[in-house]
């Protein structure tokens, strides 16, 4: 992502035997995060984790959950 003349990379990398592994879904930087509104994708995304029923959703909550512990 170039950003004001500037590279920044939103990804992880893994070189192994001379080879370079690139994954990244979605990326965003923390300067557009706002934190209350992080802090209560959190809380919820705790609540629904412990509210899911059934495989998919516990998958699903997992994930979420993860994903908003990154964000905060």
Do not use: Y
């Not at 592994?21 to 995060?33: K, Q, R, V, W």
């Not at 995304?45 to 979420?64: I, Q, Y």
Request: net charge negative; hydrophobic share 45%.
């Amino acid at each position: 992502m170039v950003n004001g003349g500037s590279v920044e990379w939103f990804c992880k990398t893994r070189i192994v035997n001379n080879e370079i592994i690139i994954l990244g879904n979605d990326a965003e930087l923390g300067s557009d995060i706002d934190p209350e509104e992080a802090q209560q994708a959190l809380e919820i995304a705790e609540a629904n984790l412990s509210k899911a029923e059934g495989t998919k959703e516990l998958v699903e909550a997992k994930l979420a959950l993860k994903r908003a512990r990154i964000r905060v």
